[in-house]
Structures are given as C-alpha cells and as structure tokens.
C-alpha cells in the first residue's frame, strides 16, 4: 500500500512539472491569457488579446512556456494504475473477494519479483492456485519458475515457499527442465562456518556448518554434502586435524567431507525439518603469529533428492554443485597456552552433576552384522542418551561403561556446542553416545557410568573455556538388552575371504548354518509362521 500512494504521489508531481511547461524564450507574456507581449509591452497599458490590465502587479509573466505532453502522459498512468489497484483493494475488503484472482498474470510475476516478503508470497500462491485449476498455460508456469528460480538465487530478496511449491509443481508435471532442476537444487540451502573464537597456535580449531536459510518448497527433500576445498590463514594453509574419514578395507579415505545439510519442507512426507550437521578440525600451524587472524575456508556444496546417491569424490562437482567462501576472525594464542581451565570439584557440585547426567538406562544391541568381505559377525552395541540443559559446571569428560573390573568406553560428552547435529533433536541439550562393547556379559542387569575429565575434549567445542575437573560415578545404571537377527546367505555368512583363503565351507547347507549360528552365539531367525505353527 505504502509503495502505491508513493507511486500516486510521484505522479501528481509529474502532472504539475509537465503542465507547467519549459520556457522556450524570455518575451513578456500576459499572465491572464497568455498572449506574447513582444514590441507590446510595456508600451501599452492593456493586454490587446483579452484586455487585461499589464500595469498591475504580476500581471506579465517572462518566457512562453510548452507543455510536456509525455511527461503528463507518464504523471497520469502513475496516479491511474496505483489508484485503481487502491480502489480494487478497498473493494475487496468491502465485499469479501479476493482481488488477486482477476490480477494478470503479468502483475503477478511483478509483484512476486519486486514486491515485499507478503506480497511475493500472496502471487505465488494466485499462481499456484490458477496452475491446480487448470488455468494457468505451460507458458506463464515456465514464467513464474524462470521468477521462482530467480528470486531463490537473490539472497537479497526474501524467500517464500510458496515459490519452492510452483517449481516443485513444473517437476511434478515433468516441464522443469534438468538444468532449472539443478540450478533449484545448488541454491536450495544457504550456510555458514562458524568457529571456535580463539585457539593456541599449533592446536586444533574446530569449524563447523550451520544452515542459515532453507530456500525451498513446503513439500521439497533434499540432502547435501559440504566438502572442504581449502583452508588458509594469511599465507598458511591449513590442514585437517583428524580426517573425518577413515579408510574402510581396501579403500583408501576421503578427507574432504565436512558435513550434511537436510532440507525437508513442511508437508514433507519425512517432516524432518531442516538442519545441518558436522564440520572439520584444522591444524593451526605451530609458529602462526599471536593476535587476530582471518580464516579463509572455501567450500562445495552439492545437493540432491533425498534417497538420491551423492557423489563423494573430491573435486568431482555438477550443476548442481554451489561453491562459497567464507571469512571467520580467530585470535590466535601462544603456542601450548591453555585456553581451558579446570574447575574445581566440590562434593555439592559432584552430586548434582551425577543426579543430572544419570540415563536411568543403557540400552545394550546384539546382533549378527554381515559383511561381504568377512561374513557373519557378532556385533555388540552400548548406547545412552542424556539430558545436557543448564548443567551446574561444564563438562568436557569421557565416558567409560563398567562391569566389575571391566570398561568400555562409549565416547566423548560435553554440554558445549560441538560439530555434531545441529537444529533439531529431541530437545535443547540432548546427547547421545554409543560404542562397540566386546565381549559384555548379556546378563549383565546393572552397570555404572563413570566420567572422567578431559580438557581436550572442551577445546574440540565452539564454546566451552572451563571443563570441571572431577570424576563423576553414577551407579547400578539398569542395562536393556536387545537382540536382532539379519538372516544371511551361505556366501555372506562366511564372506568373500574366509571363501578365498579357505576359512569354512562354503558348501554347508542352512540346516549346518544354524547349528553354527548357535554356537556362535547368534539368536536363531524367527520361524515362519504357517497353520502348524500359527504366528
């Protein structure tokens, strides 16, 4: 509304500008009537055309005056259209309708394209509505994605899901082309890095990916990878502390992933919001000058279909690949200075952390794990969850699982903010670890939790400075166990290299193969129920 009164308001201007003319000479002109006074004035006392007084005052005027037809022209469409679209709006709330309904389909993509976040809005969902009914033409749908697609791309320019929907509707009816598919999939997610504010030279600095917007439709899915292209500070590059990837057999590791982005719209059949998770630890190199000091870090991102494969080769990218750089201001420290303290235990403290980081249950998952390569294996798993909100002290400790004189540990626990998943869960502060716990007694009903301080786990957070500095022991913790069974064939049940280098029989038949299951330790496969053995 504001921006049509504007548009009235300039126009008026212009009318006034334009019927007041340019003075195209200085001859004396009677004000009254307008005729040109030249080797007349001031020797005669009387307009000779109408008779009009010239001797009083301002009677003549200096310089005819021409009009500016166009200009009018222009003043006077700028005061029709606006006010005919006021005059419509003040109708509609009068009666009830909707005016966008009778709005061309030209305005629309106008209005879409240049108009506020409400507006925009309101034309993709008039678009939306005609292409559902049937009157919109494969022509002007093509238009309002070409729109869609461009507003998406304008980080300046708000985004609506309403457009995420029509652009999802053209892929649906199969008239999205796979480059506007691609280039809707490589602007769908905008992110940014954020670090850990200061850290000693020589240490690790943890980076992590955040998703700052979701640019998509209210039924959209999507996945994608962020990948590492380069980190530097000044004239240092940086490397990776702890490569995310490990290599897995024969395969060598890719060092390159730094995280997932997940983008499901609101009526997704997988509701799982958006989000983003994980990051990478740099090795600040030893020597870097103390002070502030800017991280450059360059990123990939590629984006797809939920489900769809994602490529993770390094440097391998498409068109539907973003690429992005990214400045962060870290102040760097001396070498080996401590940038966390420990705080000291008190017995009060000690309890009311043990109370708080108390499971209530560890939850213990057996089961038969096949491979292709080494067969059938016994797989046992420990995992707890916990509820991290306000802790009394800050804590940065590893966990350790104990039975008697037995410990497993189950991994790392802190209450500051890490690079794993961030933007949903259950709740603010919840923490889940797990680990593989060989050899655990299954009759095991209660185990004790304990731990243990770890100051370097602190520094691998984005926030953390201190880290309490006691053990924590929380006791007779009910353990649950759990048991799957995943049924195999005779080749996956001894693998490929047990089948090689001659390691069982790969001539057992299913009969032989239970009774090996059995002494392996394996939970039997649920029988299939028939009308002897009903279910």
Avoid at 2 to 17: D, H, N
Avoid at 32 to 49: A, M, N, R
Avoid at 243 to 261: L, R, S
């Amino acid at each position: 509304m504001a921006a049509l009164l504007v548009a009235v308001a300039l126009g008026a201007a212009l009318v006034v500008f334009a019927w007041r003319g340019k003075r195209v000479n200085d001859h004396p002109i009677c004000r009254d009537c307008g005729f040109d006074l030249e080797s007349i004035y001031p020797e005669k006392i009387t307009c000779p055309e109408c008779g009009a007084g010239l001797k009083r005052p301002k009677g003549v005027r200096i310089g005819a005056r021409r009009k500016r037809w166009m200009t009018l022209v222009v003043g006077l469409l700028l005061i029709a259209m606006p006010t005919s679209l006021i005059v419509a709006g003040v109708a509609a709330v009068l009666t009830g309708s909707d005016i966008a309904r009778y709005t061309p389909v030209g305005v629309l993509l106008l209005q879409g394209r240049y108009g506020d976040s409400a507006a925009s809005a309101a034309a993709a969902k008039e678009l939306m509505r005609r292409e559902s009914s049937g009157t919109l033409s494969a022509a002007q749908l093509d238009s309002g994605v070409q729109v869609a697609l461009d507003i998406q791309e304008d980080l300046s320019r708000p985004w609506s899901p309403e457009w995420g929907d029509l652009i999802e509707t053209a892929s649906v009816n199969g008239t999205l082309s796979d480059s506007d598919k691609a280039r809707f999939q490589k602007n769908a997610a905008v992110i940014e890095l954020e670090c850990r504010p200061k850290v000693s030279a020589g240490g690790v600095l943890p980076v992590r990916t955040k998703l700052k917007e979701a640019r998509i439709g209210s039924g959209t899915q999507m996945q994608g990878m962020v990948s590492l292209v380069s980190a530097n500070m000044g004239s240092r590059k940086l490397v990776e502390a702890v490569p995310p990837n490990a290599a897995i057999g024969f395969f060598p590791a890719v060092n390159m992933q730094m995280g997932w982005v997940y983008l499901t719209g609101s009526s997704a059949r997988w509701g799982m919001g958006t989000a983003a998770s994980g990051g990478v630890e740099l090795r600040v190199p030893k020597g870097t000058s103390a002070g502030a000091q800017t991280l450059g870090i360059s990123v990939k991102m590629t984006v797809q279909p939920m489900g769809g494969m994602i490529s993770w080769m390094p440097g391998q990218t498409g068109p539907n690949t973003q690429s992005s750089e990214h400045r962060l201001t870290v102040e760097v420290l001396p070498q080996d200075l401590d940038t966390v303290t420990v705080v000291e235990p008190t017995n009060s403290t000690t309890e009311q952390l043990e109370a708080m980081l108390n499971p209530r249950t560890v939850s213990v998952n057996s089961y038969a794990q096949s491979s292709f390569l080494f067969g059938t294996q016994m797989t046992q798993m420990a995992g707890v969850s916990f509820q991290l909100t306000e802790p009394p002290a800050p804590i940065a400790h590893r966990v350790f699982m104990r039975n008697g004189d037995r410990e497993w540990e189950l991994g790392p626990l802190a209450s500051g903010e890490g690079l794993d998943m961030t933007g949903w869960g259950p709740s603010e502060g919840f923490r889940y670890i797990s680990a593989q716990v060989r050899g655990f007694d299954e009759k095991t009903k209660a185990v004790d939790l304990v731990f243990r301080p770890d100051p370097s786990i602190a520094l691998r957070t984005l926030d953390m400075e201190s880290v309490y500095g006691g053990e924590l022991v929380v006791r007779n913790v009910e353990v649950e166990t759990e048991h799957s069974h995943i049924q195999t064939t005779t080749t996956q049940s001894h693998g490929v290299l047990s089948w090689l280098f001659g390691s069982g029989d790969d001539e057992q038949k299913s009969g032989e193969q239970a009774e090996t299951d059995d002494e392996e330790g394996i939970p039997p496969a649920p029988e299939t129920p028939s009308e002897d053995n009903p279910p």
